[in-house]
Every structure is written in structure tokens, then in C-alpha cells.
């Protein structure tokens, strides 16, 4: 199946494993749960959706982000409110008004999405820099 056809791409089951980071038999026990689909080829391969590959690799990285975060090395925390959100397909700025700090963050436009960042929303922005400059204003 090749990927400008209507057709689903299939990949063989035991690549989709791979990929998935789990064994064939966690596939074959997904499958009969419904979690995802299987096609078997005329000489009896089993094949998986490349759809169903990216569905199940976008859960598993969803359900990673759930875990709450207990302590990190950052301590400057600034919780604000988005002010702005600018995207295109890949990057995006985020502009955040933290009392009287103005935060701008360039992320992924994915990580957009993820995070669930809309203007208006709560966030904190997280400030870990390996370099900061100090200057003095003239007198």
C-alpha cells in the first residue's frame, strides 16, 4: 500500500511491536479486546494499521504526561495567564503575563495541543536558564 493511495499503510505485526515497545502477544491480546485491528495477508502475516500504530503511541504518550510531577530542579515558577498564542504547523509562541513579568516560551505547535493552552487559561511557566546577564540601568 503506498502512502499518496486511499489505502491504509500496513506494517507486519511484529514491526508494529517494535515500535509500540510491547511483544506480538500484546498485540494479539489488544486485538482481541478491540484496541486495534489486525489483517492477515494470503500466505496468513498478520498486519496492523499504521493508523492504529500512531493511535496507540499518541495514548502511551498521553498517558506518561498524566503521571503529576512530584519535584524538579527548576524554582523559578511564574503562574500566570496566556495572553497570546501565535502558531503555524510546526512552531508557536506562547505569551504568558505572570504579575508584572511578561514570559514568551517558543514551543512545538504540538505541544500546543497537548498542553491544552488557549488565551485566558492558567499556566506556569518554568524558568531554567544556564545564563543570565545582569545590568545596571544609568543613574
Given at each position: 500500500m503506498?502512502?499518496?493511495s486511499?489505502?491504509t499503510t500496513?506494517?507486519?505485526?511484529?514491526?508494529?511491536?517494535?515500535?509500540?515497545?510491547?511483544?506480538?502477544e500484546?498485540?494479539?491480546?489488544?486485538?482481541?479486546?478491540?484496541?486495534?485491528?489486525?489483517?492477515?495477508?494470503?500466505?496468513?502475516?498478520?498486519l496492523v494499521?499504521?493508523?492504529?500504530?500512531?493511535?496507540?503511541l499518541s495514548?502511551?504518550?498521553?498517558?506518561?504526561a498524566?503521571?503529576?510531577?512530584?519535584?524538579?530542579?527548576a524554582?523559578?515558577?511564574?503562574?500566570?495567564?496566556v495572553?497570546?498564542?501565535?502558531?503555524?504547523?510546526?512552531?508557536a509562541?506562547?505569551?504568558v503575563?505572570?504579575?508584572?513579568?511578561?514570559?514568551?516560551?517558543?514551543?512545538?505547535?504540538?505541544?500546543?495541543?497537548?498542553?491544552?493552552l488557549?488565551v485566558?487559561k492558567?499556566?506556569?511557566?518554568?524558568?531554567?536558564?544556564?545564563n543570565?546577564?545582569?545590568?545596571?540601568?544609568?543613574?
Open positions: 503506498t502512502e499518496g486511499n489505502e500496513l506494517i507486519r505485526v511484529g514491526q508494529a511491536a517494535e515500535m509500540l515497545g510491547v511483544t506480538v500484546t498485540l494479539r491480546r489488544w486485538e482481541a479486546d478491540g484496541r486495534l485491528a489486525m489483517s492477515r495477508t494470503e500466505g496468513g502475516q498478520r494499521s499504521i493508523d492504529d500504530v500512531t493511535r496507540l495514548e502511551k504518550r498521553l498517558a506518561i498524566d503521571r503529576p510531577i512530584v519535584a524538579q530542579s524554582r523559578n515558577r511564574f503562574p500566570g495567564i495572553t497570546r498564542i501565535e502558531r503555524d504547523r510546526v512552531a509562541v506562547v505569551e503575563q505572570a504579575g508584572p513579568h511578561r514570559l514568551v516560551s517558543l514551543m512545538t505547535a504540538e505541544a500546543i495541543d497537548d498542553l491544552g488557549e485566558g492558567e499556566a506556569v511557566c518554568v524558568v531554567k536558564a544556564t543570565v546577564i545582569v545590568e545596571i540601568p544609568s543613574a
